[in-house]
């Protein structure tokens, strides 16, 4: 063998090496952004069974707090608001007017003592509980699996890779400001 096709057959080795090197950044990549979106469907499903709760406890309060039409209006809002809201910006502002507007809601029963004793809202309730805390959960494990598909993408040599392929930063699901502000005691 000759010199000459002993370098051609080198190149080609290396160019197959980052052939196949590209390949799989790749597909690690997709994995990645697939993942997340799989994350974010199962904080779908817990808004979807939220959303479907509020109707059946807006009409339960709507006996008790007959005053309050303002709150169960903000509450019906919000959830509209989060049944036409598309991409994730959207559905983070629409999630968290829901919660906030749910808090409210669940502070009427502080000050009609009847409502608190419906067995049908405090079911409504508990249930509700248990979708925010399944939301949460959710958006911890969506977050996280931002997290590792934003620094694969960013991270040296698969950022060329991203680049070259336009794979797009994710954004991560955050709380509303207003729940990150310590609340305020008064004695």
């Known amino acids: 063998m000759n010199i000459g096709t002993i370098i051609i057959i080198i190149v080609v080795g290396v160019l197959l090496i980052l052939v196949f090197y590209a390949i799989g950044v790749y597909n690690n990549l997709i994995n990645a952004r697939n993942k997340a979106k799989d994350q974010f469907s199962q904080i779908d499903v817990q808004l979807k069974r939220r959303s479907d709760m509020i109707p059946n406890l807006v009409e339960t309060v709507k006996g008790y707090a007959k005053h309050e039409e303002k709150t169960l ?77 934003n620094n694969l993408r ?34």
Not at 84 to 108: D, Q
């Open 73 to 149: 209006k903000e509450v019906v809002e919000a959830r509209n608001k989060m049944a036409t809201a598309s991409g994730i910006n959207e559905e983070v502002e629409a999630s968290n007017a829901v919660t906030s507007a749910l808090n409210k809601l669940f502070a009427l029963s502080e000050a009609y003592p009847e409502l608190k004793a419906n067995e049908n809202f405090m079911s409504l309730q508990a249930d509700l509980k248990e979708t925010e805390d399944k939301i949460s959960y959710a958006r911890g494990f969506y977050n996280d699996t931002v997290l590792t598909y």
């Open 154 to 187: 960013e991270q040296f040599p698969s950022s060329i890779i991203a680049s070259m392929f336009k794979f797009e930063k994710l954004e991560f699901f955050n709380a509303d400001e207003k729940d990150r502000e310590n609340p305020q005691v008064k004695f």
